[in-house]
């Protein structure tokens, strides 16, 4: 073999596993998680964030969060492996190894703390820590292989991107980003239900307890509606104080009502292809609800 052929050979081993770190981080969740918490900087501050803190936090925050999806990859690999959704990823194809994972998640995370406490805030270091600890350890661990209500619980770390982004500027907690986090709280259960209930075989070979499993479709389709009318509900309270204006309360209504009709028709008339449409429709719902909300604030200074 040449010389030439032997470093591509190297380079492709490399970019091999590259990919596969990468897809240990879940970018595509990660991406919503940064997303929402660039969100929260930005309606935290009066003016422009200062471009330093804005890219220390980001890559802090999206660092810890990818470090919490390689835990949740790491944990739960039986499982991937036998679920059609998730058999592709790096640990159950054996591209990486569990001490690979665990040593990569180590450094990613080690990484996006010392990033957060030194070049934002101790507050938002310490929030961020206890985000990964409670989607790594309480969901993961304890909550999801335990309860059918996992999602509704766990969904508390993933709602606290907002928070952590109103922190990094503020050095404070207060009402406006605890609006924010309860907007993704009441989001989380209909837009994973949404998920499980075209996936219940999956999640019942894997003996995961999700609700369609342990309480059977139609239970989960009114809780689907009943939690999506929640979340309409919750989505009017930054006009309520006044944080936003009549901007992000025509979009909260006009998101929401297609959610809700969705949420309606998951009811009335399931059918897989109708819970797929309405799990991507709620990602494209919260993305576009807090985007209105930052050109909202904008617009009103």
Excluded at 2 to 8: F, H, K, L, P, T
Excluded at 145 to 170: D, E, F, K
Aim: charge should be positive; charged fraction near 10%; include cysteine.
């Amino acid at each position: 073999m040449s010389a030439d052929s032997i470093r591509n050979s190297r380079f492709s081993a490399f970019a091999r596993q590259a990919r596969a770190f990468y897809a240990l981080t879940k970018p595509r969740v990660v991406s919503l998680i940064v997303f929402t918490a660039v969100i929260g900087m930005l309606l935290a501050s009066p003016g422009m964030v200062a471009p330093q803190l804005l890219l220390a936090a980001t890559a802090g925050i999206a660092l810890v969060a990818g470090a919490a999806a390689a835990m949740n990859c790491l944990v739960e690999q039986k499982i991937d492996a036998r679920m059609q959704r998730t058999s592709w990823r790096p640990l159950p194809r054996g591209e990486l190894s569990a001490v690979q994972t665990l040593v990569f998640a180590g450094a990613v995370g080690g990484l996006g703390l010392w990033l957060l406490v030194h070049y934002v805030n101790a507050l938002t270091m310490w929030l961020t820590l206890a985000t990964f600890v409670g989607y790594a350890v309480v969901y993961t661990v304890i909550l999801k292989p335990l309860t059918p209500q996992n999602i509704v619980i766990g969904g508390a770390s993933g709602a606290m991107p907002p928070v952590l982004g109103w922190a990094a500027v503020t050095g404070e907690v207060t009402t406006e980003p605890l609006l924010l986090f309860l907007i993704i709280f009441a989001w989380t259960p209909p837009h994973f239900w949404s998920l499980a209930l075209y996936r219940t075989e999956d999640y019942a070979k894997a003996g995961v307890p999700m609700l369609p499993v342990t309480h059977g479709q139609a239970y989960t389709r009114l809780q689907v509606l009943l939690y999506t009318m929640i979340l309409f509900g919750v989505s009017l309270l930054p006009y309520s104080i006044r944080m936003s204006g009549a901007l992000y309360l025509a979009a909260a209504v006009a998101l929401g009502a297609v959610y809700l009709w969705y949420a309606v028709r998951i009811y009335l008339s399931y059918s897989d292809r109708l819970a797929r449409a309405c799990f991507r429709y709620s990602i494209v719902y919260l993305a576009a609800l807090f985007a209105t909300l930052l050109v909202d604030h904008y617009l009103a200074l």
